[in-house]
Antibody, heavy 122, light 113 residues
């Protein structure tokens, strides 16, 4: 079955760190761009970060640049999001998503995980 | 960054009637070199992740009912549900992927009148 399964969310204090994981199955993982998209409580969708299929290119939203790091292990079919210096405004459900696009531009997301909740609070 | 603005924020439609959601981008998302519109639509039901409905502005994802259709060009796009079903109650988001960062509209909630 084609699916994405996130893990690693939880409650963390401001300034703390957390590492999210997303395990993929059912497709050729290394052929796809992978992304993280988040959704704050009762809010809309916000793109966070994307990594190329080989892992050589990484992209970040300005809101997380310098604090979050995306990586992937194609031997384990897993993508990660290391989150440091967490803030209250980082509280959200974090979705792992498979990206697809054209020769130019960015990506749309054709496969999503169920998400993992990150709560940043004292 | 390209700003995506949806209208309305919410709408209530009777079962079997048409629902229309609009999405406007702050700059064109049409690549003139290949005449391709870099616009996607998603559906999100309560407690669920988003689901891709439409990409390239008008191409339905596999398995999406044909009552969902997308149209538009340049900066103005529309998602139409031709005959609303109870299972279509959800939030709908447009997204541009013309440039990085990819950006989403604020969402439109569709409910049954």
């Amino acid at each position: 079955e084609v699916q994405l399964l996130e893990s690693g969310g939880g409650l963390v204090q401001p300034g703390g760190s957390l590492r999210l994981s997303c395990a993929a199955s059912g497709f050729t993982f290394s052929s796809y761009v992978m992304s993280w998209v988040r959704q704050a409580p009762r809010k809309g969708l916000e793109w966070v970060s994307t990594i190329s299929g080989s892992g050589d290119r990484r992209y970040y939203a300005d809101s997380v640049k310098g604090r979050f790091t995306i990586s992937r292990d194609n031997s384990k079919n897993t993508v990660y999001l290391q989150m440091n210096s967490l803030r209250a405004e980082d509280t959200a459900v974090y979705y792992c998503a498979r990206g697809t696009g054209g020769k130019f531009g960015g990506w749309y997301f054709d496969l999503w995980g169920r998400g993992t909740l990150v709560t940043v609070s004292p | 960054d390209i700003v995506m603005t949806q209208s309305p924020d919410s709408l209530a439609v009777s079962l079997g009637e048409r629902a229309t959601i609009n999405c406007k981008s702050s700059q064109s998302v049409l690549y003139s070199s290949n005449n391709t519109r870099y616009l996607a639509w998603y559906q999100q039901k309560p407690g669920q992740p988003p689901k891709l409905l439409i990409y390239w502005a008008s191409t339905r994802e596999s398995g999406v009912p044909d009552r969902f259709s997308g149209s538009g060009s340049g900066t103005d796009f529309t998602l139409t549900i031709s005959s609303l079903q109870a299972e279509d109650v959800a939030a709908y988001y447009c997204q541009q992927y013309y440039s990085t960062p990819p950006t989403f509209g604020q969402g439109t909630k569709v409910e049954v009148k």
